[in-house]
């Protein structure tokens, strides 16, 4: 194939599989050859518009979701973490004892006057006793308490506050071996199965023992089941929080109580707690793409200060944690392994208030970037709720031992059935079906395909040949006529 760059692109017209070319040869006068350029150069650009918008599409959504099985079986599914939290948050029994344990405390103050102002922490007050909060930091200072600790005294404790549980058949007498005291955004509570809990009365750790419960059996008939009571008659005047209904917070088991699914349970009513779990996994393809195009994280793949691996629901707590340090220059005294000198003190409730209260102007993408788990187990519930009047006309009664007030509350957690939903994200185009899409692109609008591509290379090559062989025969025949001459 022999001939100039001008011959070269004759024949690649007139024999190549690009279809428009070869009429500017076919049909060479001038209205013939203006529209097939212009037909040319339109297909041309639409081609090249398509596959900028096809690129677009696979960079702004380059994952989705699907349901992969709404019926895969459940085999070692844990149970969810179920938080409680009663709204008896400051106890008369607690302050008494706590007045007993300080150096001069009658004498320094009124416990019952300032102690109210600690629900500041996690309830919006508007108004507070700076001076009382003031002398209450400098007695507990002088008696060497730390504030997570006091929080952690001044509430119904969990043995009086959980009166029975039941799992598996088994009765627990106040829960015991179930549920453990936690610190949380919503003050002192009781959470079972789960990874952290309030160590040693001293600060919120992780237990790397924790060995978790897993899901036996399904449906009303074998719950888990909590009865408690909040003992009003205990609770210091204008304490009671929530109107007295107790908050109920379902996470993960390796997540800290969050209040992402929570609900509020009235006094005296027997409520029924129906649990879905749905767990979202990713493909192959998708663990290959980066983080920025999958917008989730793996647990591995980022750590978290205080909480260590990744979980979207622990990155939003911290984005409030970080908040308020940096409006009140201290950390909120639920963080996990807080530092007793970096924890708010009382003389900071305040500004924690005012911080809350503006809180929407920290939470930005810039200050809070937190994509959504790649691996996950998400649990939701459904509440259905009755009073307890009828108890006493059950066919079976188990809780004829107990007393019950107005205060009591029975709840039953369990799953309606051993299914759950199995989600997989996965990549919406792979490189197959990209291939496939521009292939489909450049067909429609050019008529060419990958041997197109490969005449293109080929006929490049020759033109670069032919060049470099004219050079070479022009230089041979000047140096033969040097030689001549």
């Known amino acids: 194939m022999e001939g100039n760059f001008r011959n070269l692109f004759r024949k690649f017209c007139l024999e190549g599989s690009f279809i428009g070319l070869k009429y500017f040869y076919i049909y060479p006068d001038f209205v013939s050859r203006c529209?097939?350029?212009v037909n040319t150069v339109l297909t041309l650009g639409l081609s090249w518009t398509l596959v900028y918008l096809l690129y677009n599409r696979f960079n702004d959504r380059p994952t989705r979701i699907t349901i992969e099985n709404q019926y895969e079986m459940m085999k070692n599914m844990p149970?969810?973490?179920?938080?409680?939290?009663?709204?008896?948050?400051?106890t008369i029994s607690s302050m008494k004892h706590f007045n007993k344990t300080l150096v001069d405390g009658d004498i320094t103050f009124d416990l019952e006057r300032v102690l109210p102002q600690l629900l500041g922490f996690y309830v919006p007050?508007?108004?507070?006793?700076?001076?009382?909060?003031?002398?209450?930091?400098?007695?507990?200072?002088?008696?060497r308490y730390t504030v997570p600790e006091v929080i952690n005294l001044m509430p119904q404790r969990c043995d009086r506050f959980l009166k029975l549980c039941i799992l598996q058949r088994k009765s627990y007498p106040h829960c015991r071996?179930?549920?453990?005291?936690?610190?949380?955004?919503?003050?002192?509570?009781?959470i079972f199965n789960n990874i952290y809990y309030f160590e040693n009365k001293r600060r919120n750790e992780k237990d790397f023992n924790f060995l978790n419960w897993?899901?036996?059996?399904?449906?009303?008939?074998?719950?888990?089941?909590?009865?408690?009571?909040?003992?009003?008659?205990?609770?210091?005047?204008?304490?009671?929080?929530?109107?007295?209904?107790?908050?109920?917070?379902?996470?993960?088991?390796?997540?800290?109580?969050?209040?992402?699914?929570?609900?509020?349970?009235?006094?005296?009513?027997?409520?029924?707690?129906?649990?879905?779990?749905?767990?979202?996994?990713?493909?192959?393809?998708?663990?290959?793409?980066p983080s920025s195009s999958r917008n989730c994280f793996f647990n591995d793949e980022q750590h978290l200060p205080f909480f260590g691996d990744y979980r979207n629901s622990d990155c939003d707590q911290l984005c409030y944690v970080k908040a308020v340090e940096a409006a009140c220059d201290c950390m909120l005294y639920?963080?996990?392994?807080?530092?007793?000198?970096?924890?708010?003190?009382?003389?900071?409730?305040?500004?924690?208030?005012?911080?809350?209260?503006?809180?929407?102007?920290?939470?930005?993408?810039?200050?809070?970037?937190?994509?959504?788990?790649?691996?996950?187990?998400?649990?939701?519930?459904?509440?259905?709720?009755?009073?307890?009047?009828?108890?006493?006309?059950?066919?079976?009664?188990?809780?004829?031992?107990?007393?019950?007030?107005?205060?009591?509350?029975?709840?039953?957690?369990y799953f309606p059935n051993p299914v759950y939903v199995k989600?997989?994200?996965?990549?919406?185009?792979?490189?197959?079906?990209?291939?496939?899409?521009?292939?489909?692109?450049?067909?429609?609008?050019?008529?060419?395909?990958?041997?197109?591509?490969?005449?293109?290379?080929?006929?490049?090559?020759?033109?670069?040949?032919?060049?470099?062989?004219?050079?070479?025969?022009?230089?041979?025949l000047e140096r033969e006529v040097f030689y001549y001459n």
Not at 244 to 260: C, K, L, Q, T, V
């Open 423 to 476: 989600q997989k994200q996965e990549t919406v185009m792979s490189l197959i079906s990209i291939t496939s899409n521009l292939g489909g692109v450049f067909g429609l609008c050019l008529g060419c395909s990958s041997i197109s591509i490969l005449e293109i290379l080929f006929y490049i090559y020759k033109t670069i040949k032919n060049s470099i062989s004219r050079k070479s025969k022009q230089l041979q």
């Open 334 to 413: 639920y963080v996990p392994y807080v530092k007793a000198q970096r924890a708010c003190n009382f003389t900071s409730i305040s500004c924690i208030v005012k911080a809350k209260l503006h809180i929407f102007k920290w939470l930005t993408s810039e200050n809070c970037d937190c994509p959504r788990d790649c691996d996950s187990r998400r649990y939701t519930t459904d509440m259905t709720v009755g009073n307890l009047d009828a108890l006493p006309y059950v066919m079976t009664n188990s809780f004829t031992d107990l007393k019950l007030n107005k205060s009591s509350s029975i709840m039953h957690f």
């Open 79 to 90: 149970y969810p973490s179920i938080t409680i939290c009663s709204p008896n948050q400051i």
């Open 35 to 37: 529209f097939w350029m």
């Open 177 to 190: 071996g179930l549920f453990r005291p936690i610190l949380t955004t919503n003050g002192h509570c009781c």
């Open 214 to 289: 897993k899901v036996k059996s399904f449906g009303p008939m074998e719950p888990l089941t909590v009865v408690t009571d909040y003992e009003p008659d205990d609770a210091l005047d204008g304490t009671i929080v929530n109107a007295g209904s107790i908050r109920i917070m379902i996470n993960d088991m390796y997540e800290f109580p969050a209040d992402e699914e929570t609900k509020l349970v009235h006094p005296y009513t027997e409520s029924f707690h129906i649990i879905h779990v749905s767990y979202t996994y990713c493909s192959e393809d998708v663990r290959a793409l």
């Open 125 to 143: 007050l508007q108004v507070w006793d700076a001076p009382g909060l003031e002398q209450l930091q400098k007695v507990i200072n002088l008696n």
